[in-house]
């Protein structure tokens, strides 16, 4: 089984990424974890024409790899095989659109995430996300 797992830095995916882990250890098949951190880079854009090309990039991409490592320390502690992706743009469609090409058969992630106030009004990853994806999508709390 391929199961992708969301991770943004929070308390919850964390513990959706040692669910996860559970989760593999006890199929019988061979199972792979991926996790994947998405930062929406859209209203950083307009910053790409007044610094150099790959700052914004290399700023979120730093973001990301924080966000991972303590999924990734965890997933190395309990001995798990997975890799990791980093993307940008909105999370839910990246998230969706890796776990098609990727033939992912589970999303894995957090109920609440590292998100502000801002969830109320424009909604949620993880309700966008339940919304759009084509296959399960499991929420950890």
Do not use: C, W
């Not at 929070?10 to 991926?34: C, E, I, P, Q």
């Not at 992912?104 to 919304?131: E, P, Q, Y």
């Amino acid at each position: 089984m391929k199961i992708l797992v969301a991770v943004d830095g929070s308390k919850n995916s964390l513990s959706a990424a040692k669910y996860a882990a559970k989760l593999a250890a006890s199929l019988k098949d061979k199972s792979h974890l991926t996790l994947i951190s998405v930062h929406d880079d859209t209203a950083l854009k307009h910053l790409k024409k007044y610094v150099p090309k790959d700052t914004v990039s290399d700023y979120l991409r730093g973001l990301s790899e924080k966000d991972i490592a303590s999924a990734q320390k965890l997933l190395d502690k309990l001995d798990v095989a997975h890799d990791m992706v980093i993307h940008f743009g909105h999370p839910a469609e990246q998230i969706k659109a890796v776990s098609e090409t990727g033939k992912f058969d589970l999303i894995v992630m957090g109920s609440k995430g590292r998100s502000s106030i801002k969830d109320l009004v424009v909604g949620s990853v993880a309700h966008k996300l339940l919304a759009i994806a084509k296959v399960p999508v499991l929420m950890v709390k």
